[in-house]
């Protein structure tokens, strides 16, 4: 292309590559949606926190491409967990990022980076040897794509301009999530109620030792490493209408279903908006715990289009989302399409607990020049000699990623392989 503009650069009907390229990037910045933000909290207990932060910076290529980060973490036994996870897991997932990528392959690394910040987040808490835990949703946002990673209940929802709600997360609560109550016993844990000696059982499904209701979480050293940090990710495109999120702690969804905390808000200002749902999952339930909310509203450049609307009548998340499109690379033309006609598109979801799944197979992007390896979720450098095959069952294995001996310790624990959350030297 650049010899085809040389040759013809002294050519009155030919414009300069500059100004193209200028055209190109304004034309682009045009086509971006605005991002607008709000937060509202009442304290209980002083146990949850929450991050925003716009005007990020990840793509080496185009430095003036920005991306916003939303995060509530909702502690529990103190608030050490909580407060170091603010402080810390944003820069763990983007110290797993690898470097030079392009757009899209940015966005597509996004949930194994996520996958490796967590897990490096509980670890190095744990390290400190405090004993609390936290939730933690974390919630990125490039253009029109949202990717979203959560452990405990702290939920994140969409609502789209056609009146369509959809949760983003799952709950990781031993009451209500089957498949987590199979793994954790698997793993070695203790399901079951309160029980006062004597008495009858109360309240929710707890995991024992440690009496924790959430089956996933970073911190908790003291309640097994079954209770692990691994993620789940889900990302999503927008359409070209765009959409508000709503990301709050379980104050609010304890309180509210989904529907009723996007209607309570439907038309307000994101600032407005966050204040309105925290003061209805008052009005419904008191105040019984700390209650914490963000609003986010995605909006479209063209903003002359109308606001979200209330819902005609209620629909079912299939006919809201597009279910899960494997074809990636060709999906651009579709994913046009469906934007076009305001169907949100669900790019990428993983709600495994195994590591070994959520690193994949991907060999190549941790090895560094000098021929070490890098391990994978903490980013150490490891002699080849001494990195641990992600999938090996034992001795070392040629196909990574590759753990240092640490993180392969945890992976196991995280496994029920090894019974104590805390390491023996
Ligand atoms: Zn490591």
Same mark, same amino acid.
């Given at each position: 292309?650049?010899?085809?503009v040389?040759?013809?650069q002294?050519?009155?009907?030919?414009?300069?590559?500059?100004?193209l390229m200028?055209?190109e990037?304004?034309?682009?910045?045009?086509?971006n949606?605005?991002?607008?933000?709000g937060?509202?909290?009442?304290?209980r207990?002083?146990?949850?926190y929450f991050?925003?932060?716009t005007?990020?910076?990840?793509?080496d290529e185009?430095p003036?491409s920005?991306?916003?980060?939303?995060?509530?973490?909702?502690g529990h036994?103190g608030d050490?967990?909580a407060?170091?996870?603010?402080?810390?897991?944003? +820069?763990h997932?983007l110290d @797993?990022?690898?470097?030079?990528?392009g757009?899209?392959?940015?966005? /597509?690394a996004?949930?194994?980076a996520?996958?490796?910040g967590?897990?490096?987040?509980?670890?190095?808490? /744990?390290?400190k040897?405090l004993t609390s835990?936290?939730? @933690?949703?974390?919630?990125?946002?490039?253009?029109?794509?949202?990717?979203?990673a959560?452990v405990?209940?702290?939920?994140?929802?969409?609502?789209?301009?056609d009146g369509a709600?959809?949760?983003?997360t799952?709950?990781?609560?031993l009451?209500?999530?089957?498949?987590?109550?199979?793994?954790?016993?698997?793993?070695?844990?203790?399901?079951?109620?309160?029980n006062?000696?004597?008495?009858?059982?109360i309240?929710?499904?707890?995991?024992?030792p440690?009496?924790?209701?959430?089956?996933?979480?970073?911190?908790?050293?003291?309640v097994?490493e079954?209770?692990?940090p691994i993620p789940?990710v889900?990302?999503?495109?927008l359409? +070209?209408?765009?959409?508000?999120?709503?990301?709050?702690?379980?104050?609010?969804?304890?309180?509210?279903s989904?529907?009723a905390?996007?209607?309570?808000?439907?038309?307000?200002?994101?600032?407005?908006?966050?204040? /309105?749902?925290?003061k209805e999952?008052?009005r419904?339930?008191g105040?019984?715990?700390?209650?914490?909310c963000?609003?986010?509203?995605i909006?479209?450049p063209?903003?002359s289009?109308?606001?979200?609307s209330?819902p005609r009548?209620?629909?079912s998340?299939?006919?809201?989302?597009?279910?899960?499109t494997?074809?990636r690379g060709?999906?651009?033309?579709l994913?046009k399409?469906?934007s @076009?006609?305001g169907?949100?598109?669900?790019?990428?979801?993983?709600g495994?607990?195994?590591?070994a799944?959520r690193?994949?197979?991907?060999?190549?992007?941790?090895? +560094?020049?000098?021929?070490?390896?890098?391990?994978?979720?903490?980013?150490?450098?490891?002699?080849?000699?001494?990195?641990?095959?992600?999938?090996?069952?034992?001795k070392?294995?040629?196909?990574g990623?590759?753990?240092?001996?640490?993180?392969?310790?945890?992976k196991d624990a995280?496994?029920?392989k090894?019974?104590?959350?805390?390491?023996?030297?």
């Amino acid at each position: 292309m650049g010899s085809r503009v040389e040759s013809h650069q002294h050519h009155p009907d030919y414009v300069s590559l500059a100004a193209l390229m200028s055209r190109e990037l304004k034309s682009e910045k045009m086509e971006n949606p605005s991002v607008r933000f709000g937060c509202a909290a009442q304290s209980r207990k002083g146990e949850d926190y929450f991050m925003m932060k716009t005007d990020c910076q990840g793509l080496d290529e185009n430095p003036s491409s920005t991306f916003s980060v939303f995060g509530i973490f909702d502690g529990h036994n103190g608030d050490a967990a909580a407060i170091y996870s603010k402080d810390h897991l944003f +820069n763990h997932v983007l110290d @797993a990022m690898p470097r030079g990528l392009g757009r899209h392959e940015w966005l /597509q690394a996004l949930p194994r980076a996520l996958v490796a910040g967590f897990v490096k987040t509980d670890k190095q808490f /744990q390290s400190k040897g405090l004993t609390s835990g936290t939730t @933690a949703t974390f919630v990125i946002i490039d253009e029109w794509t949202v990717t979203v990673a959560s452990v405990g209940d702290s939920r994140c929802i969409l609502d789209t301009p056609d009146g369509a709600v959809s949760v983003l997360t799952v709950d990781h609560r031993l009451e209500e999530n089957t498949e987590e109550r199979e793994r954790v016993t698997a793993s070695g844990g203790e399901v079951g109620r309160l029980n006062v000696i004597g008495g009858p059982e109360i309240g929710p499904l707890r995991c024992w030792p440690g009496g924790l209701c959430l089956s996933r979480s970073i911190g908790d050293m003291d309640v097994g490493e079954f209770i692990v940090p691994i993620p789940h990710v889900k990302q999503v495109k927008l359409s +070209n209408r765009g959409g508000r999120l709503i990301i709050a702690s379980d104050g609010i969804w304890d309180a509210l279903s989904s529907e009723a905390a996007a209607g309570s808000c439907r038309r307000l200002p994101s600032e407005l908006a966050a204040r /309105q749902v925290v003061k209805e999952a008052l009005r419904t339930r008191g105040l019984k715990d700390d209650t914490t909310c963000i609003v986010v509203d995605i909006i479209p450049p063209d903003n002359s289009l109308p606001p979200p609307s209330p819902p005609r009548k209620p629909q079912s998340k299939l006919r809201s989302m597009l279910l899960r499109t494997k074809f990636r690379g060709s999906a651009t033309k579709l994913s046009k399409k469906l934007s @076009a006609v305001g169907i949100v598109e669900e790019l990428f979801e993983e709600g495994s607990a195994m590591l070994a799944e959520r690193l994949g197979n991907d060999d190549t992007c941790n090895s +560094n020049k000098s021929g070490l390896f890098m391990c994978a979720v903490c980013q150490v450098d490891v002699a080849a000699s001494e990195g641990i095959s992600v999938h090996a069952s034992s001795k070392p294995c040629r196909q990574g990623p590759f753990l240092c001996v640490d993180c392969r310790d945890k992976k196991d624990a995280m496994e029920g392989k090894r019974r104590s959350g805390i390491r023996v030297i």
